[in-house]
């Protein structure tokens, strides 16, 4: 089992930057692929990106591809993600995700609200 601790986040600017952290504690951080979603208000939650247990290969939506960078610290137990170029849109609430190997369990972090003003 693990638990995730998420901080960052908050208020910026369009084309501003932010940079939101998940701290996972318990055993065996790298067994799980994480990933982070976003959820908006009257939207359903989406993908933003994930990335595999060993940080080798990344996936983004397309919405975010080429702002945004997802990155982990196996040594930290930590995934980050970096948000550049922000826009309105991509104010949300910020969940973190991780998935584990082989039970396929998945846990979330708290959430972390991210605004974006015009």
């Known amino acids: 089992q693990v638990q995730l601790v998420q901080s960052g986040g908050g208020l910026v600017q369009t084309g501003g930057s932010l940079r939101l952290s998940c701290a996972a504690s318990?055993?065996?951080?790298?067994?799980?692929?994480m990933g982070w979603l976003r959820k908006a208000p009257g939207k359903e939650r989406e993908f933003v990106a994930r990335i595999t247990r060993g940080g080798d290969s990344t996936y983004y939506s397309d919405s975010v591809k080429g702002r945004f960078t997802i990155s982990r610290d196996n040594a930290k137990n930590t995934v980050y993600l970096q948000m550049n170029s922000l826009k309105p849109e991509d104010t949300a609430v910020y969940y973190c995700?991780?998935?584990?190997?082989?039970?396929?369990?998945?846990?979330w972090g708290q959430g972390t609200q991210v605004t974006v003003s015009y």
């Open positions: 318990g055993r065996g951080f790298s067994n799980y692929s």
């Open positions: 995700n991780a998935d584990h190997l082989i039970t396929q369990r998945s846990y």
